[in-house]
């Protein structure tokens, strides 16, 4: 469960602005003073409402929670709140899917209700499919002393593919903290999916820290249900604070196809990913698990922490992700919590959507992770509009028209022509998002900005611009920079406008920059480099929205560029409840 530090008893109040203007992140697990005072909707209100992403009809929602193929079903299970729009008492939700865009709801698989093991709350934790395809869940429950303590859940029926009743261990719960293992009982959760070892041991991690130090708190069992600590955990890292919904698994080094979760040999490297508590952002390593020792080692250059690689460089947290057996895919889950002060999100009755899926595979640098979304969302497409290749003048713009601009798949690819008039990257440059922020998409480049305007009015007082800068570095080397501005998204003041940057690992000369953005509402959700940096916005417009909105391609920099290729699509609605 990702959650802030703090006991189930305390209660505080939300942090409304920080020094610029800014709305705080808030964490998966927020406890409000004076909700009564809050406005509670007769109905949700439908205007931020997604068409294609995964949310529940109404109130609280976060964290995905046991993603899993069983029987050729796909579920999600997710943190869920059916009594309002607030954190609160939170169940397991749970659907399930024949290709993870149209959804079936089920009732909640898991709600607080065993005395030692979760009577305070059933919070995060993840899937293991045992040997006999039996599935399996581990997950944080609550205790009476309002510890955080580990717990098993098995299907009642396995014939059901449906999974729809689920049944507690009596021997719940089956990892707590004590006076010996010196675990701090208010920063314990959220394990991991299980690995198998050679050795024929099951292995989990769960999240920790000590002080500031974090913790991937290591456990093994030989049943799956007797479990001891090992005397090391597998990996920390100082002054990272709080470890949440920790994430590992292994990746092949020569083949996009995934791997089952206990692959372990020759020609795989694992990921470990980590959400961290301080700054609500996901970031994951590539290293090597020594299976002897049970460790894991970063590889060289790869770093711990919130300036080392991310998932994604905007809203999206406490990811999870799971192994597709059928399709030979790992599959990615990540939460997009919401931009608008808790009152207002209280009002409209809702909170929280699930990022559409993205397949991940290592990149052929062996570096850093590559994201894409599904391909069955592409079915959702319709209305298909082709441009021409065209020249995109510095200081022009372009309405990519005849779509709906509100919800929309938009590919687009461009050509650098004037790689000369790049400007010089000052060495001091080293924060992506601080840059973005500096050089938004009113400050006019050499080479950028140029990319898309989405969710845009029709005066351009609203919109949200994704693109790309090109600077000169030393050695005569190029940097893109990617930017998703949201600076001038909504009228509306209460709501966050971070812009959001990182820094695209391609070579402007010799490759094409390519943009594809996910439109749908209140989200966009854009990849650059063909899955090399992904950043999730989530904007509120007051203009822009339905029929009112308008999409754009433009360049604000001196140097043109050319569009080598640009196809946009209208979005259907899935089905989702």
Avoid at 31 to 52: D, E, H, I, M
Avoid at 179 to 204: E, Q
Wanted: glycine share 6%; hydrophobic share 35%; with cysteine.
């Amino acid at each position: 469960m990702a959650t802030s530090s703090l006991l189930l008893a305390c209660l505080f109040f939300f942090s409304v602005i920080l020094s610029h203007g800014v709305l705080q992140l808030e964490a998966s697990h927020a406890v409000y003073a004076n909700l009564q005072t809050l406005q509670k909707p007769t109905s949700p209100n439908q205007t931020y409402r997604t068409s294609y992403h995964f949310q529940p009809p109404k109130n609280w929602m976060n964290d995905p929670n046991g993603p899993m193929i069983y029987k050729g079903i796909y579920h999600l299970f997710y943190q869920y709140n059916p009594n309002g729009a607030d954190w609160g008492s939170i169940v397991w939700a749970h659907s399930t899917s024949l290709d993870l865009v149209n959804w079936t709801p089920h009732p909640p698989a898991i709600s607080p209700s065993q005395q030692a093991g979760d009577i305070n709350g059933c919070w995060s934790g993840s899937a293991t499919i045992l040997p006999g395809d039996k599935p399996a869940m581990l997950y944080t429950g609550i205790n009476p002393q309002s510890h955080q303590v580990q717990n098993l859940a098995v299907p009642k029926n396995l014939s059901d593919p449906f999974l729809i009743e689920w049944v507690k261990s009596p021997k719940n719960p089956l990892m707590a903290p004590t006076t010996s293992n010196k675990i701090n009982s208010s920063s314990f959760r959220d394990p991991t999916t299980a690995w198998l070892g050679p050795d024929g041991t099951w292995r989990v991690i769960i999240g920790s820290k000590i002080n500031r130090q974090g913790l991937a708190i290591l456990y093994k069992s030989k049943d799956f249900v007797h479990w001891i600590q090992s005397q090391q955990p597998l990996h920390f890292a100082d002054d990272t604070g709080m470890w949440e919904c920790p994430d590992f698994f292994p990746i092949s080094t020569n083949s996009q196809n995934a791997l089952d979760t206990s692959m372990v040999g020759s020609g795989i490297k694992h990921v470990l990913k980590l959400s961290l508590d301080d700054t609500k952002h996901d970031y994951y390593t590539i290293g090597t698990y020594n299976l002897n020792k049970d460790i894991y080692i970063p590889d060289k250059g790869s770093v711990d922490g919130d300036s080392g690689l991310r998932y994604d460089y905007g809203k999206f947290y406490a990811s999870k992700t799971f192994f597709d057996s059928v399709k030979q895919r790992r599959i990615l889950w990540g939460w997009i919590n919401e931009s608008m002060p808790q009152p207002e999100y209280i009002k409209q009755g809702w909170s929280g959507v699930q990022a559409i899926p993205r397949n991940i595979w290592l990149d052929k640098s062996r570096k850093q992770l590559v994201q894409w979304p599904i391909s069955a969302i592409e079915t959702l497409r319709t209305n298909q509009v082709d441009l021409p290749s065209k020249l995109l003048k510095g200081r022009s713009m372009l309405e990519i028209s005849s779509i709906t601009a509100a919800q929309a798949d938009v590919e687009i690819s461009f050509s650098v022509l004037e790689i000369e008039k790049a400007e010089v990257m000052d060495p001091s440059w080293t924060n992506p998002q601080l840059l973005c922020s500096q050089k938004d998409a009113s400050i006019k480049g050499g080479l950028g900005p140029f990319g898309l305007k989405v969710l845009a009015s029709k005066d351009l007082k609203e919109h949200t611009s994704v693109f790309f800068r090109i600077f000169k570095a030393q050695n005569n080397k190029h940097v893109v920079l990617m930017c998703s501005d949201q600076s001038r998204s909504s009228l509306n003041q209460n709501t966050d406008k971070t812009t959001y940057g990182a820094f695209l690992e391609v070579d402007p000369i010799h490759e094409q920059l390519s943009l594809r953005s996910l439109i749908d509402q209140s989200i966009v959700e854009s990849f650059g480099g063909e899955g090399k940096a992904c950043i999730t916005a989530r904007v509120y417009p007051t203009l822009a929205i339905g029929g009112k909105a308008h999409l754009y391609a433009f360049n604000n920099g001196r140097g043109s560029v050319r569009i080598s290729k640009l196809s946009a699509w209208s979005m259907k609605r899935a089905h989702i409840y």
